[in-house]
């Protein structure tokens, strides 16, 4: 079993930034994928951002809305992961929620067997 911890969701001006953590326990997820999702009121659940990570390589993948304003990293000693959110943009206003799996399917949250509870992130024009 792996519980996740989302964190640093907030109110921000548009243009601002946040960094958003995932903390991990119960198990080491260095080789699991993490991703980022979103769900803002009155629409699905949409894919933000993905690590993912074998012992021969890690990537990371993005939706195309937040491609070069965000950044998603992981420090596997601590056991969390980060999303780094700038230039946010009002249409950026959602509950952000992470997620992990042990494949490699990143898209789908149907692929994801462990959620966290989400964090609240709000952009203001």
């Known amino acids: 079993q792996v519980q996740l911890v989302e964190s640093g969701g907030g109110l921000v001006q548009a243009g601002g930034s946040l960094r958003l953590s995932c903390a991990a326990s119960?198990?080491?997820?260095?080789?699991?994928?993490v991703g980022w999702f979103r769900q803002a009121p009155g629409k699905e659940r949409e894919f933000v951002a993905a690590s993912t990570s074998t012992w021969r390589s890690s990537s990371s993948s993005y939706a195309d809305s937040v491609k070069g304003r965000f950044t998603i990293s992981r420090d596997n000693a601590k056991n969390t992961v980060y999303l780094l959110m700038n230039s946010l943009k009002p249409e950026d206003t959602a509950v952000y929620y992470c997620a992990a799996n042990s494949n490699s399917d990143y898209v789908r949250p149907e692929a994801y067997n462990y959620w966290g509870q989400g964090t609240q992130v709000t952009v203001s024009s």
């Open positions: 119960g198990r080491t997820f260095r080789y699991y994928t």
